[in-house]
């Protein structure tokens, strides 16, 4: 521990602790710009600049580290001096006028630094040099002549996303943000996420839905978590008079600890699909706009005039699915499908099955892995937070060894990625662990097998069985991320301790494992289809199971060919206007909160699944936590 | 005590602030108690008076060399210099032309506009003020206040000029400070 004085305050901190945090702890405020908690100081604005005694100039608080016996003056007129100085030549550097600008009025750092400085003007002007605008990136306006250069959003494209697709080029006060080697961001590699925008200080980084829509003291701010896939990160929804603005990324969040990603942050706004709005039912071959009552006495009718089939979308809350199990049960329907029927969950249920025991780990587990071995699906597209883990990683030397069956968003990071024939990927893992285990591995024997460099093999087994705490990603979603390559990696992780984490399918996948409601569709003795697909996208391929229903009755937010073909059309609640617990893909029973108020005449699926339970003179109890208690993949956390 | 004097002027600006200044609705009635408004662009006097006045209130940037003139003849006969509005303080809104030469500005507003027809030219009379790149005040004459804002709410103006009216220089802090 180190003992220093702060504006006369003694205090003590850990060795290693920047005088800007012991600042903090000491209750002492110093202004910053460059500096946010989540990513490494910097040093580059020079706001936070405060007094040490012995030292000739003025010191960075957030780079300087604590010494014993140090005494720190943070508020001096030399400091202060100094901080309008600074200010002054960030204001003349580039065009930041005020009055035209996106952030101004409270949500811009700069300016509210210069307010906290008292300043009523800048000394000098500026220098009038323009600067480009890249508006190519569909949700992201980068705006030059409001960069401040701090490298927020540098080092947050590094540090936190692990995609390194922005930087910078020149020098001096022609430093310039670029993405990749100076490309327009929306031909660059960047992945949309926005993290970047999140971290700007200023109005250099704006996001295309959100500008001039409301400012952080105008909206209302509700803490709920992103249903875009199984991950389940949390997620800030900004709305003002009951419309989307912004959605953020939770600094506090457990799962995902700020970052999202494009499918969360920006997808929603860019919904294309029609909202159905009233109750529909089919009469004399047309679908007419009913009254609730109606429709759902025509669906009770319908459900109670021969064998029904049901089927769940596995974005459905734990309340909802319990509901809608409820109303089945009652049917006498045996075996509820899913949306996903089972196939992003069936290997690691058959694995648990198998072992006894849960087998998987958690994702923040995977934070201190020494070495990732990423297998199945690309996981940059269909569980990209998870990729971030694996990706942001990779600076700091921890190896990363993929084994693809095609192209994959990893391949530019992985340091060794395996092109296997995707019925082989699993004789392949298999025969990583066993190369792991042989004392005398023979590696170009094994490399022929599978038409891959032993060099490369031999130098991914060496990396694999250096590692102390290996990480191993299975995606859940590809043709061959079946049984055999699920055992093979969670035999090759049990052997030498490593952690393993499968992503799964939709944000209540595993929930709807254990309500028994994941499961394959099979409707072809089906006199009614009971279909819940709340606001799920479904492919063409799913959907073209349903073209022979005769009676289908459908719970949908939006219209698709599934509800022109219905016969029954209820219109339900999107992720954002109804609350629900969901357990998402490592086991954390997550809670998701409506931010937003539905039209009238839309429920949510419980209180849809309510009203067609009355009619059938049945009791919901929705109770889905005992559902819980069952063994599981993963251990479940409430 | 005689009351103080303030007078004002506008310059490369958009009147805006002098609405604003307006705004202070029925206030106005207090502030003439407090002191004697003299040469305005909405009073019959057009210049500050030649004995001085308390009080000199610029609007606008300066844009060319009339603007020039204005502003160093209320520098000379005022004891203290407000700029008023974020052109005053900073350039504002006009400065934007200084990302691009003079020559581009008047040929964009002269020549290319799509109102302008085929005998559309940049005038060059002699007796016209000859444009300059977009100045705040400051950067021509001595400013002693400012008070940015576009336009400073009425609220601001009316608490800045009170507090001159009775012989303080007013301190724009917290919800006084806004350069939006």
Known sequence: MVNLTIDGKSIEVKEGTTVLNAARQAGVEIPTLCDHPQLTPYGG??????????????????????????????????????????????????????????????????????????????????????????????????????????????????????????????????????????????????????????????????????????????????????????????????????????????????????????????????????????????????????????????????????????????????????????????????????????????????????????????????????????????VTKDHQVVSFFVKRAIPTGTPVIQVASGPSGLDNFANFSFLVDEGKTAEFVNELKNLLKTNAPDFDGSAKKFGVSADMLKEAVQAISGSAKLGVVFGSRSEAAGSDLLEAAAELASDIKGKLVTTKGNINSLGAVHLGVNNPVDISDADVVLLSVGDEELTQQFMKKFDKVKNLVIFSSFVSPLTANASVVLPVTNWLEQGGHFVNFDGHVLEAKAALAADDGVFSNVDAFSKLAAKLDLNISANWKDALKSSSVVEITL | MAKPTVASDWLAGCAGCHMSFLDIDERIAQLVELVDLRATPITDLKHPDKEGVTVGILEGGINNTYNEEVAKQMRERSQILVALGDCAVFGGVPAMRNFFTLEESLRRAYVETPSTDASGKIPSSPELAVPTRVRAVHEVVPVDVFIPGCPPDADIIFFALAELAQGRIPKLENKNLMWN
């Not at chain 1, 600008?101 to 000394?123: I, K, R």
């Not at chain 1, 912004?246 to 997808?267: A, H, P, S, T």
């Not at chain 1, 459905?316 to 006498?332: I, N, R, T, Y």
């Open chain 1, 45 to 378: 604005c020079r706001l936070c600049l405060v007094e040490v005694e012995g030292a000739r100039t003025l010191q960075p608080s957030c780079t300087m580290p604590v010494s014993n016996n140090m005494v720190v003056k943070t508020d001096t007129e030399k400091i202060r001096e100094a901080r309008k100085f600074v200010l002054t030549m960030i204001f003349s550097e580039r065009n930041h006028f005020c009055p035209y600008c996106q952030v101004s009025g409270g949500d811009c750092e700069l300016q509210n630094s210069a307010y906290d400085e008292g300043m009523t003007h800048w000394p000098i002007q500026p220098n009038w040099k323009p600067y480009p605008v890249d508006a190519s990136h569909p949700f992201i306006v980068l705006e030059h002549n409001r960069c401040i250069l701090c490298r927020r959003c540098v080092r947050a494209c590094g540090e936190l996303v692990g995609n390194f697709t922005l930087g910078f080029e020149e020098r001096g006060a022609d430093s310039t943000l670029v993405a990749d080697l100076g490309l327009p961001l929306g031909d660059s590699s960047c992945i949309g996420c926005g993290t970047c925008v999140q971290v700007c200080p200023t109005g250099s980084l704006i996001d295309r839905w959100s500008a001039y829509q409301g400012k952080e003291t105008e909206v209302d701010v509700t803490k709920t978590i992103c249903l875009g896939c199984s991950v389940g990160c949390s997620v800030d929804v900004l709305t003002r008079d009951n419309r989307l603005v912004r959605i953020e990324g939770d600094w506090e969040g457990k799962i995902n600890q700020g970052v999202i990603c494009e499918v969360g942050r920006f997808l929603p706004f860019d919904e294309k699909r029609d909202r159905v709005l009233t109750p529909l039912v089919r009469k004399d071959g047309n679908l007419k706009a009913a009254t609730w009552d109606d429709a759902v006495s025509v669906a009770a009718g319908l459900v109670k005039s021969g064998k029904v089939a049901a089927v769940a979308s596995t974005r459905l809350s734990m309340e909802a699915l319990q509901a809608f199990k409820e109303v089945c049960a009652s049917l006498g329907v045996v075996s509820i499908a899913s949306t996903e029927e089972g196939q992003a969950t069936q290997a690691a249920v058959a694995y648990a099955n198998k072992s006894g025991k849960a087998f998987e780990s958690k994702l923040v587990d995977l934070k201190d892995a020494d070495c990732f071995l990423v297998l199945g699906e690309d």
